[in-house]
């Protein structure tokens, strides 16, 4: 059987070589190596390609976050595994965000560990039930965050803006647009921008489909 090679990425050594015994009690999981740093770390995962990293967060000279975003530029490929005392949110969010396959605290039982490693090997995503909770929290409190600010941009809309954006989802062109509401063609631009800024799109086809969804203007128009 094909061992799995773990790097192992910690500035504390007795740490390191607690994890290390850990891994030796498994016949198929081998420490392919060690680094104190996270510049060690994206050095000695150049030469080893390990199929696991065991990264933690708080290290001098390059952090585990520093190296996790170095690692999925030059080998994306890289399962990194966090192992960290950090239970902040900013954290687990900002490492699953930079391409960690997983979370995991110093605090858990060798078992959990050893278990994150073969999910992680495998491409898995493994985060414990406190820190899953947590990420989904954040998630959401994003998510409103986001939906909070379509609102209030919604809810600024001008009547003016409001009437080209219902003439736009008809498919009227802006010199249309212009005729119709007795305009010049740059005013019309300047409410086409001023709108799209405002509820955060991208594009003409965008305005008219938010417009369509909003009932601000019926399908069959």
Do not use: W
Request: charged share 25%; proline share 3%.
């Amino acid at each position: 059987m094909e061992k799995i090679r773990v790097l192992i990425v910690d500035d504390h050594s007795l740490f390191r070589r607690g994890i290390a015994d850990v891994l030796s009690s498994c016949d198929d999981l081998e420490v392919a190596g060690e680094a104190v740093d996270g510049l060690e770390g994206i050095e000695k995962a150049r030469q080893l390609k390990p199929d696991v990293i065991l990264m933690d967060l708080n290290m001098p000279n390059c952090s585990g976050l520093e190296a996790i975003q170095a690692l999925q530029t030059e080998l994306p490929e890289t399962n990194v595994l966090i192992l960290t005392v950090s239970e902040m949110e900013e954290d687990l969010f900002a490492s699953i965000k930079y391409g960690a396959k997983g979370y995991l605290l110093k605090n858990a039982e060798p078992d959990e560990l050893i278990q994150a490693i073969y999910h992680v090997a495998r491409g898995e995503s493994i985060i414990l039930p406190l820190m899953a909770t947590k990420l989904l929290i954040e998630f959401q409190n994003l998510s409103s965050g986001r939906k909070k600010k379509h609102d209030e941009g919604e809810a600024g809309l001008s009547p003016r803006e409001r009437e080209v954006l219902q003439l736009v989802a008809k498919g009227a062109t802006n010199r249309e647009i212009a005729d119709s509401l007795y305009i010049s063609e740059n005013t019309v631009k300047t409410h086409l921008q001023n709108i799209m800024e405002k509820l955060h799109l991208a594009n003409r086809s965008q305005a008219a489909a938010y417009a369509i969804q909003k009932g601000l203007v019926s399908q069959k128009d």
